[in-house]
């Protein structure tokens, strides 16, 4: 086994076992906050660009187009160093903190369009057959509409979810402990780049596989009830 | 009046640096997508050849490049690489921005071209088989032109996705357009928010009308309803 050791030292790796589970949590949780809350947020951008109002939806369209047209890295940066410099009251929010809202601000107008593309999916035929047989508005909302805009929704909300696990990595330039900041900090005590970043990037391999693995799970429910509906 | 004054003085001062960032975003950029799109769109075909083996290893290489983090991939090629002990795997912080960039890049584009060949009827090639071409005729001929026409559209927003990636790459001290931002800060501290407002500006200008031309695009050669990022 010597000839592993010297390509790979596993012994060093289980030594940091502690300061990797800790990072994984920490990822996990971080973007488990952002999902919960850019999913909540990313409902109501939904609505309001699908408003007919244009004091509503041209402000939100401006937001969306924003931050897409802008890094992620750039609008953390505006966040953790820029807002604090101009506000009067300066920072009053840890890193972790400011990453969560960083990544939910970055985050919200991914998880709306996608909302309004699984709202707008749903044919209109659908709607007015609901409302004529004499269905409420509520009531096709909940027994038609829904039902059919979360099979189509789902599928790429599970895409966005790896990529804000992937995002979060970014979080670690300012020095929010996460995965990354686990292989980072384990590189700034050991000096060994391979094992260090190895390790983070297997990590993040098996958070992408978990997700597969659910996205697999959540397909075959949703496939098993459209299948059942008919 | 002196507000204005101010901050059109710090724009006056910075805009050579920020244009000569700009330059090195778009340069860094337009050589990952070259080499990305290359190395993809042969990914890509070969995946749509139906070789079992093949295919799970090029799947297998998707999944590793959409698997984890940017940012990891970049420290694993610039400071891992160079412990292999081989020389021409020791990069220096260009070619390890190009380098990763561009395989980061193939592997959107390998996903894009794969299902933009499945996208073409099955009965193009079939007809074109039936006609006596060769498999890599019907290829050439039939499928691949209907196929690339199909991929303008996500290609841009490949590109879009590339140069937002560009913004890591200050980390290993590529002097782009975040770089080139954090100096000026470094330079100026009162004035971090508009600083780093102004290179949001330019970030958007750049990315904006690559967005619009995608959606555009999307009009005209229609989407294959592959959702990227």
Sequence with gaps: ?230 | MEWFAHKWGIIDQLSPFMLQGLWITFKISIIAIFFGSTLGFVLGVLKTLQIYSLEKLINTYLHILRGSPYLVQLYIIYFVFPSFDIEWLNFDSFTAAVVSLSLYTSSYVTEIVASAIFAVPSGQSEAARSTGMTKAQSYRYIVLPQALKMTIPPMASVYVIVIKSTAVLSVIGIAELTRQGEVAIMRMPGDIMFIYSLIAVFYFLYCYPVLRFSKWAETRFGTLGIDLE
Excluded at chain 1, 39 to 60: E, H, K, M, Y
Excluded at chain 1, 159 to 174: E, F, H, P, W, Y
Aim: hydrophobic share 50%; aromatic share 10%; net charge neutral.
């Design chain 1, 1 to 230: 086994m010597d000839w592993l050791q010297s390509i790979f030292n596993f012994r060093i790796v289980f030594q940091y076992w502690e300061v990797f589970a800790q990072g994984i949590t920490n990822t996990i949780l971080i973007s488990a906050i952002c999902l919960v809350l850019s999913l909540i947020f990313g409902i109501f951008i939904a609505l309001a660009r699908r408003s007919s109002n244009p004091l509503i939806w041209r402000p939100v369209a401006v937001y969306i187009q924003a931050i897409r047209s802008t890094p992620l890295l750039i609008q953390i940066y505006l966040i953790y160093y820029g807002l604090p410099s101009i506000l009067p009251f300066g920072n009053f929010l840890d890193e972790t903190q400011t990453g969560i809202i960083a990544l939910t601000i970055h985050t919200t107008p991914y998880m709306g369009e996608i909302i309004r593309a699984g709202l707008e999916s749903v044919d209109r035929g659908q709607i007015e057959g609901a409302l004529s047989v004499g269905m409420s508005r509520k009531q096709t909302m909940t027994n038609v509409v829904l039902p059919q805009a979360i099979a189509n929704v789902v599928p790429p909300l599970l895409g966005q979810t790896a990529v804000l696990i992937k995002d979060t990595s970014l979080l670690s330039i300012i020095a929010v402990f996460e995965l990354m900041g686990a292989g980072l900090r384990m590189f700034s005590e050991t000096v060994i780049a391979t094992e260090s970043y190895v390790t983070t990037a297997v990590c993040y391999l098996a958070i992408y596989a978990m997700m597969l693995v659910i996205s697999g799970m959540v397909q075959r429910k949703l496939g098993g009830s459209a299948w059942q509906a008919n």
